[in-house]
């Protein structure tokens, strides 16, 4: 049974795909991109693995020159968001491999700002595990292929990427000529660049969370809260996911000043959402948390925090 417009057309020509079918197929997985953060990760891997079964099928007939490296463009995004999928759901092995599976047909499309994207994107499974080194290997490797890009967005995006690896390695200096770079070059980047992970204000690309996590890893809480405070903001109120795990950035801001309280209960506020957007990434950073809390593990808050997720779990 077809569930896409463009596997209909397909079955109805019974022949070559034409340009329309190709931009159709291209409309949609822009779509999905543009959806994400608002699916739970169940709904994305089947939407993803449709779009990814229509497109595998089609790079496997012969194609004219053009239309196969938009198909392989196709191929190595719906890789990033598999790979996306696979983090949220905590298995970061399949991530990194599916990241490393996107990188050969967004090579041989010679799609840039794609490659960067992937490697941007894959740098933030060794960020979560704490591995800033790796982390800043993969990103420094997405800087070269976005620095060859025809627009900065990519560029933009890693190298914000960039200042939180470095901050993260206690590299104060480094980290924030890199985050003085990305705000140089955001003022050329564009919404029509935009890939999952990207957040954008005013047709530009935001850099207040990355800004936020940079100074959280500086431990300087109190400009930190004024990052991460405007990046709530940011895409409005249905991106239920980004809004959580901005308030863990938070939460670990006040418990650096010593506000256990106020943490605990920016904690709660985010992991108040239906159970389905409860991903892997937001029970992880408020485990992490709840370890910042170990001073006060006696206290009454702590006590009902750790009880809190514990169920979850």
């Known amino acids: ?187 050329d980047s564009s919404s029509d660049s935009r890939r999952h992970g990207m957040d954008f204000e005013s047709g530009r690309i935001s850099l207040r969370y990355g800004e936020g996590v940079r100074l959280v890893l500086l431990r300087q809480p109190e400009q930190a809260q004024h990052a991460l405070t405007g990046a709530l903001g940011v895409g409005g109120p249905q991106r239920l996911k980004h809004r959580s795990i901005v308030r863990l950035s938070l939460a670990t801001a006040l418990v650096q000043q010593g506000e256990p309280e106020a943490a605990v209960g920016t904690v709660r506020k985010a992991l108040a959402i239906p159970r389905d957007q409860l991903i892997a990434p937001i029970l992880q950073r408020a485990r992490d948390v709840m370890a910042q809390l170990q001073p006060w593990h006696r206290e009454p808050f702590a006590r009902d925090l750790a009880e809190h997720l514990s169920a979850l779990r």
């Open 1 to 187: 049974m077809a569930r896409n417009p463009w596997e209909l057309t397909q079955a109805l020509q019974a022949s070559a795909l034409d340009a329309a079918t190709l931009a159709q197929l291209e409309s949609s997985v822009s779509r999905l991109d543009r959806s994400y953060s608002a699916l739970a990760p169940d709904a994305a891997l089947s939407s993803i693995g449709a779009h990814l079964g229509t497109v595998l099928d089609l790079l496997g007939r012969s194609q004219p020159l053009d239309f196969r490296r938009r198909l392989c463009s196709l191929a190595g995004h719906l890789a990033g968001l598999r790979a996306w999928a696979a983090f949220d759901l905590d298995d970061h092995g399949v991530a990194s491999a599916w990241y490393d599976a996107g990188l050969q047909p967004a090579r041989e499309a010679g799609h840039d700002a794609l490659c960067g994207w992937l490697l941007g994107a894959k740098s933030l499974v060794a960020s979560y595990a704490g591995d800033h080194l790796s982390a800043l290997r993969s990103i420094r490797r997405g800087q070269v292929f976005a620095a060859r890009a025809a627009e900065p967005t990519a560029l933009v995006w890693v190298t914000v990427l960039e200042a939180r690896a470095h901050a993260g390695l206690g590299q104060e200096r480094s980290s924030h000529l890199a985050q003085e770079r990305a705000e140089r070059w955001a003022t």
